[in-house]
T-cell receptor, first 114, second 113 residues
Framework: DGGITQSPKYLFRKEGQNVTLSCEQNLNHDAMYWYRQDPGQGLRLIYYSQIVNDFQKGDIAEGYSVSREKKESFPLTVTSAQKNPTAFYLC?????????????FGSGTRLTVV | SQQGEEDPQALSIQEGENATMNCSYKTSINNLQWYRQNSGRGLVHLILIRSNEREKHSGRLRVTLDTSKKSSSLLITASRAADTASYFCATDEMRNQGGKLIFGQGTELSVKP
């Protein structure tokens, strides 16, 4: 079945440590997105990518980095520069941008700083 | 930046009743979408309404869009306990050529059996 897979489901980070969250899709979608969700809040856009080897900053990109070397994969690195990384991270994908399609979401990664 | 503002923030109803959630936004849009999120899970796409449409139905869901008032509503008829979830509106703004969606804060719906 086609879908989008995020791993791990839970992740614990020590102070000053970089961690990478995985996002893989087999839907042949061109565009991929990373959102952050804090308790009881909506989603805020971190980074998005419309095409391989290209990505743009969202509203809260500081302290995060991404790469898009393959169409299927869009990993997110939470760096030590992100001062408050504890949150629920959601990856999504969609067909070509500029066209009105809905997003398909992964099941999320819950990151906790210990 | 948050485009959509949803109202109410929380809604509690009995099974069988209808649930109405509202979403307001600020800028011109290509389309507006509604998503559902069960606790601790990813979001699931429910329905998309384009800017030139006024009403759309999907099963027990009815969505309306009023571009003059920059608002949308989601109606769930004959609600069930399984409809308990958070519901988010998301807008595809015309000024965003990248097709990124801007999500609202969500409405938390509780349907009591």
């Amino acid at each position: 079945d086609g879908g989008i897979t995020q791993s791990p489901k839970y992740l614990f980070r020590k102070e000053g440590q970089n961690v990478t969250l995985s996002c893989e899709q087999n839907l042949n979608h061109d565009a991929m997105y990373w959102y952050r969700q804090d308790p009881g809040q909506g989603l805020r856009l971190i980074y998005y990518s419309q095409i391989v080897n290209d990505f743009q900053k969202g509203d809260i990109a500081e302290g995060y980095s991404v790469s898009r070397e393959k169409k299927e994969s869009f990993p997110l690195t939470v760096t030590s520069a992100q001062k408050n990384p504890t949150a629920f991270y959601l990856c999504a994908s969609s067909h070509r941008t500029g066209v009105s399609y809905g997003y398909t979401f992964g099941s999320g990664t819950r990151l906790t700083v210990v | 930046s948050q485009q959509g503002e949803e109202d109410p923030q929380a809604l509690s109803i009995q099974e069988g009743e209808n649930a109405t959630m509202n979403c307001s936004y600020k800028t011109s849009i290509n389309n507006l979408q509604w998503y559902r999120q069960n606790s601790g899970r990813g979001l699931v796409h429910l329905i998309l309404i384009r800017s030139n449409e006024r009403e759309k139905h999907s099963g027990r869901l009815r969505v309306t869009l009023d571009t003059s008032k920059k608002s949308s509503s989601l109606l769930i008829t004959a609600s069930r306990a399984a409809d308990t979830a958070s519901y988010f509106c998301a807008t595809d703004e015309m000024r965003n050529q990248g097709g990124k969606l801007i999500f609202g804060q969500g409405t938390e719906l509780s349907v009591k059996p």
